[in-house]
């Protein structure tokens, strides 16, 4: 790929979602760069961004919202940025190809099976949403039918179809959201082929990933990521280290044949289920993991004296909250590394950290959503 030619999406506009489309994926680099170090640059040094030799068809998470246009025709696609409205893309640029035929594909099925679009207005119909995870290493794929009722008409010849067109699907599961609001799962998922879950491979390491489970969406990068996060962890087999916003596990688990033990923290309850088998998958014993709030669980470790060798933390975009920063100071350990994945939020908890005694020593932005405004960006921290 040249990194200087621009490739335009004719859907730009509309959906809205790769702000930096303009910009040839050179300038992209350039531009993340800048908005970098004009953001944390008063920290520290900022090392050169890590981009993409293929910044194209990178997510393995693809979600399509179904819905009914003016004239009632059914149609799949992307959540315009800002608002309700569903923008008809057939053809993502960033998304994984397979996954886009496999929705394309379910949208044609639909009249046949006489299965009906969720309609949010009248509050009738059936689909509303699908969501198609794929293995990047494993080639595993689940697709998520997200239906506004359990009663799926015409189950059988319905599946039946979809295995035999896509033999690649592992997995079929349905959840029913009969929520109203653009909440995309609902809280019950049933598998309706095979497991309900698919398995993928990171830093050597399987994993589980569950319908609902938080998984970085770009997994080139995310082995990048995970291997300078746990590089700068600086780790020699002695160490207490806590994995706080741990999702299913994946940075703390990576690290925990270099440490002593691992403590892993994630407030989505089947993160924590996938983390804990995850753990068992992988034959690691000295990784144990809860499901709670940060924030929360880090002031018990302070009201307890407890003081790990390392945190790595990896918060939401949001950022963290002052609970986690100022029980975090109280533990004071030697050495915190902060994932982010907005630098505003990580300029916001740096100063809280910095002013609470803590030194910066390496900032490193890596370029794990190309095309897209957001950057991803780690941080090492110590007294
Ligand atoms: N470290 C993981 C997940 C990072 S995403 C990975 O690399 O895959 C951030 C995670 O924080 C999500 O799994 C989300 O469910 C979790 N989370 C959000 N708010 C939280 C809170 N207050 N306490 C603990 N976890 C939280």
Redesign the pocket.
């Known amino acids: 790929m040249d990194a200087n030619e621009r490739v335009l999406c004719p859907h730009r506009r509309a959906c809205g979602g790769c702000q930096l489309q303009n910009l040839s994926y050179a300038e992209q680099l350039g531009h993340k760069q800048r908005e970098v170090i004009g953001l944390l640059g008063r920290f520290g040094h900022v090392e050169e961004i890590w981009g993409m030799d293929e910044p194209y068809h990178y997510r393995n998470k693809v979600h399509a919202a179904f819905a009914l246009d003016r004239r009632r025709q059914v149609v799949s696609g992307i959540y315009q940025s800002s608002s309700h409205a569903v923008v008809p893309v057939d053809s993502c640029l960033i998304e994984d190809e397979l996954a886009d035929r496999i929705i394309v594909s379910i949208r044609r099925m639909l009249r046949e099976f006489k299965l009906q679009v969720y309609d949010e207005r009248s509050g009738s119909g059936w689909l509303r949403h699908v969501l198609v995870r794929r293995g990047f290493t494993s080639g595993q794929v689940m697709v998520v039918l997200v239906a506004a009722s359990p009663i799926f008409k015409n189950q059988k010849p319905f599946l039946a179809r979809l295995l035999a067109d896509f033999p690649e699907i592992t997995t079929v599961v349905l959840n029913v959201n009969d929520r109203f609001g653009s909440m995309l799962l609902g809280p019950k998922s049933k598998a309706l082929y095979g497991p309900g879950y698919i398995e993928d491979e990171l830093c050597k390491l399987k994993f589980r990933i569950s319908p609902s ?4 969406i770009n997994p080139v990068q ?1 082995e990048r ?2 291997g300078e996060a746990i590089r700068l962890a600086g780790l020699t087999g002695t160490e207490t280290v806590l ?10 688990l990576c690290a925990a044949s270099q440490a002593k033990q691992i403590i892993g ?4 309850a089947d ?1 924590v289920k996938d983390a804990i088998v995850n753990a068992k998958l992988n034959g690691i014993k000295n990784a144990w993991f809860t499901a ?6 880090m002031e018990g470790m302070a009201a307890d004296g407890q003081r790990p060798d390392l945190v ?1 933390m ?3 975009r ?1 950022g ?2 002052e609970k ?1 920063l100022r029980s975090l100071l109280r533990c004071a350990p030697p050495r915190v590394v902060y ?1 982010s ?1 907005n630098p505003v939020t990580m300029q916001r908890d740096l100063g809280v950290l910095v002013k609470g005694g803590y030194k910066v020593r390496r900032i490193q932005p890596v370029d794990m959503f190309p095309h897209t405004e957001h950057i991803e960006t780690i941080c090492l921290l110590y007294h």
């Open positions: 489970s938080f998984y970085q995310t990521l995970y994995d706080a916003y741990c999702g299913i596990g994946t940075i703390g923290v994630e407030l989505n993160a709670g709030d940060a924030g929360q669980f790595f990896d918060p939401p949001a963290s909250d986690f994932i994945c």
